[in-house]
């Protein structure tokens, strides 16, 4: 498995989750990084991405002010601080690995995809 995500639940809204994504360092190392969610019944969508460097960090409009993205090169962790979580942030969180140093919201610029990880957020 080169993309292992945790850390869904549960949670009632206002609350905070963080989300990791253990990689496999060939893919991590040089290589831009992003977070993107599907609800049900909806196509998946970008939520956020990381450049090798952590220098960049583009959000999706739905989560800017609210989430926050991470990445630790001394453990090839990808994190994602999710804070004042709303009903509307239900999905199956993915994260995933370009093949580049910058990435955006492209999700075929995205060449390895975890498993997924479900957050669930009550009224």
């Known amino acids: 498995v080169q993309l292992q995500a945790s850390g869904g639940g549960l949670v009632q809204a206002g609350g905070s989750l963080r989300l990791s994504c253990v990689a496999s360092?060939?893919?991590?190392?040089?290589?831009?990084m992003g977070w993107f969610r599907q609800a049900p019944g909806k196509e998946r969508e970008f939520v956020a991405a990381i450049s090798w460097n952590g220098g960049s960090t583009p959000y999706a409009d739905s989560v800017k002010g609210r989430f926050t993205i991470s990445r630790d090169r001394a453990t090839d962790t990808l994190y994602l601080q999710m804070n004042g979580l709303k009903p509307e942030d239900t999905a199956v969180y993915f994260c995933?690995?370009?093949?580049?140093?910058?990435?955006?919201?492209?999700?075929?610029?995205?060449?390895?995809w975890g498993q997924g990880t479900q957050v669930t957020v009550s009224s």
């Open positions: 995933a690995a370009a093949i580049r140093a910058f990435s955006g919201s492209d999700s075929t610029q995205y060449k390895y």
């Open positions: 360092r060939r893919i991590f190392s040089n290589n831009a």
